[in-house]
């Protein structure tokens, strides 16, 4: 398959496989001044003038692994700006952090995102109960997108009262997840459209997981990417 370069920050060359998106991008870790607060995260954005769609990214873990820092990528690479922020153990921590976030993603003096018109979230795994808390406390939020997650009542009824177009993707072959049980959260959800999958393995959107499954990562990817381009706000 043919290989694309794309430039980052610092000159570096970063090659990737045709079909993960045409656009420059810029990647780095980051700093977001938040009144007293200096908060982290990974951002992944287009290089190129104008304010961007932009997506906010929740993982299984408290700090960006590489699989979420690629995923930034591969949104950016399709007209997409990711920030993926650094978290803590604390769920009334993390929706502190995600609403400064999201206000500085929302700050029209910024330079490069729309999110002051609305903007998406995005959750992996246990990254669903940051997603769940955002969604329901801000009404910036435009898109919510959660893959591999069980939607208990709780999270159901969280993101259902956000009221916006919404996304979840699950297998049927992942053992950490419910299905069933959240299939039953529909009614909860109705903005949110179900996708499942007949088979694929714990972990087959993780790159880094022993159940990661090419096809199915593909897929999701190319479903994310197109709900949230008919979804956020459009580059301007």
């Known amino acids: 398959m043919a290989l694309a370069s794309f430039q980052s ?31 982290g995260g990974y951002l992944a954005r287009p ?6 769609p932009t997506v906010l990214i929740f993982g299984p873990e408290p ?12 949104l950016a690479r399709h007209g997409i700006a990711a920030l993926a922020p650094d978290l803590t153990e604390s769920r009334e921590q993390n929706l502190s952090i995600s609403l400064a976030v999201a206000a500085y993603i929302a700050d029209p003096a910024g330079h490069w995102s729309n999110g002051q018109l609305g903007y998406g979230v995005l ?41 916006v177009p919404g996304m979840v993707i699950l297998s049927r072959g992942d053992e950490s997840v419910d299905v069933d049980a959240s299939i039953d959260a529909r009614e909860t959800m109705e903005h949110t459209t179900f996708v499942v999958y007949p088979t694929g393995d714990t972990g087959f959107w993780d790159a880094s997981s022993e159940g990661y499954d090419v096809k199915r990562y593909e897929d999701t990817i190319d479903r994310i990417v197109t709900f949230f381009s008919e979804h956020l706000p459009v580059r301007f």
């Open 63 to 74: 700090t960006p692994t590489s699989t979420m820092k690629d995923i930034c990528r591969v």
């Open 9 to 39: 920050e610092g000159s570096t060359n970063l090659a990737v496989q045709t079909g993960e998106g045409v656009v420059d991008i810029i990647f780095h870790s980051t700093s977001i001044a938040a009144g007293p607060r200096t908060l």
């Open 47 to 52: 290089n190129g003038e104008g304010q961007w």
């Open 123 to 163: 959750s992996f795994a246990t990254g669903v109960d940051d997603l769940a808390a955002l969604a329901q406390a801000d009404t910036k939020v435009a898109a919510s997108v959660v893959v591999s997650s069980t939607i208990d009542p709780p999270t159901a009824e969280a993101i259902g009262d956000a009221r």
